[in-house]
Every structure is written in C-alpha cells, then in structure tokens.
T-cell receptor, first 115, second 113 residues
Framework: DQQVKQNSPSLSVQEGRISILNCDYTNSMFDYFLWYKKYPAEGPTFLIS?????DKNEDGRFTVFLNKSAKHLSLHIVPSQPGDSAVYFC??????????????FGTGTRLTIIP | DGGITQSPKYLFRKEGQNVTLSCEQN?????MYWYRQDPGQGLRLIYY???????QKGDIAEGYSVSREKKESFPLTVTSAQKNPTAFYLC????????????FGPGTRLLVL
C-alpha cells in the first residue's frame, strides 16, 4: 500500500513561471515531510522540509505547503529555472516514538522546465 | 570534504554471484540506510542501521545482507538469492534518531550479465 503518493509522473512548466508539485499521504501519523530533487544517475539532494506544526516553510525560490486535514503537501518553485529540471520526491516520517528512523518516499514527479 | 561516498559507480554481477556495494561517510552520522530505486518507482528501503553493530530489515530485505562494524561504513551485499538485482542503489545517512534529514550518496548502478 503506497502511503505517500505523487499522482503526476511528469510536469512541464515554462521558464520563469511557477512549478507546483503535489504529494498526498494516507497515514495521519506522519508528522515530518521532506522534498528531494534528483538528477539521473545521481543521489537525491535535500531541498526543503516541514514539520506538521507548521503549514508553510520557505527557502528562497522553494516553498512547501502542508494541509494536514487534506493530507496533502505541495512544493512551489518560483520562478522556475532550467536547472530545476529533475525528478522530485516527497518523503514522510513518523514521530520519534513511532519509529522516525525511516522515510517513506513517493514515486516521484519528473519536472521539465521549458526555455 | 565531508560527505557520503559509494563505490563503484557501476557494478556488473554474473548469475549466482554475490557482490558487495560500498558506502562510507565522514559526517559522523549515527544512522545509515540502503535504498533501491527502479525505473518509475520511488526509493524502497532495504536495510538500515541506527548504531554500530546493529541493523534492521527494511521493506525489501530479501536477498540482501549488511554489516555495520564501523560507524562510517555500511556495506551492502547483494546475494545470489536476489532474483532481480538490476537497479540503482543509494546509500544515505542521518545524524541521530531525531527527525533530521537523510543525506544521500551518489549511487551505484548494478547490472546483471
């Protein structure tokens, strides 16, 4: 059972516009969420994270929004740049007393920025 | 320069052969992880270790084995029991049991001849 879902396998966005990547989860116990960016044949790179006590976290061009009632998070990239073309994974973690040592990953969304 | 190194970058395995993938980190992280990535799929956890001389099975441990004799090293052996070993293997580490970010190595691609 896929507890973290990224329903859009791919997304194309014009350079300079906003990219919005979505992620849904089913386990309401998840309380920490991360976004990673991955280029082909390389390891994922951490982008941004958010704790469930917040509904928004911002870092430069990247903002993550968390809607706990909908079990939904999204990553906004503004403005989108050609170097943002990559596969983006969302991941979720349980609280420490429930075994937070593991991350559960979504299947990824391939973002293509069109010049 | 601190980080996670994986070697080799590409590895070829013959039928019935065991192969070992190396993962080393100099970040002084307590926890280390092995994931497998297949095309169109997310990262699936094979094994993880939160402390030296201790490790736990992840979601797809069958056909794999690990050891954690040193804090900085967490090698993964792909045994002949793993019937579909062709994949991209990723090692990661994390500082402690707290909710902190996992950092990944560059990966090893394993191919079966």
């Amino acid at each position: 059972d896929q507890q973290v879902k990224q329903n859009s396998p791919s997304l194309s966005v014009q350079e300079g516009r906003i990219s919005i990547l979505n992620c849904d989860y089913t386990n309401s116990m998840f309380d920490y969420f991360l976004w990673y960016k991955k280029y082909p044949a390389e390891g994922p790179t951490f982008l941004i994270s958010i704790s469930s006590i917040k509904d928004k976290n911002e870092d430069g061009r990247f903002t993550v929004f968390l809607n706990k009632s909908a079990k939904h998070l999204s990553l906004h990239i503004v403005p989108s740049q050609p170097g943002d073309s990559a596969v983006y994974f969302c991941a979720a973690s349980l609280p420490s007393n429930f075994g937070n040592e593991k991350l559960t990953f979504g299947t990824g969304t391939r973002l293509t920025i069109i010049p | 320069d601190g980080g996670i190194t994986q070697s080799p970058k590409y590895l070829f395995r013959k039928e019935g052969q065991n192969v070992t993938l190396s993962c080393e980190q100099n970040l002084n992280h307590d926890a280390m992880y092995w994931y497998r990535q297949d095309p169109g799929q997310g990262l699936r956890l094979i094994y993880y270790s939160q402390i030296v001389n201790d490790f736990q099975k992840g979601d797809i441990a069958e056909g794999y084995s690990v050891s954690r004799e040193k804090k900085e090293s967490f090698p993964l052996t792909v045994t002949s029991a793993q019937k579909n070993p062709t994949a991209f293997y990723l090692c990661a580490s994390k500082e402690s049991r707290k909710q902190e970010t996992q950092y990944f190595g560059p990966g090893t691609r394993l191919l079966v001849l």
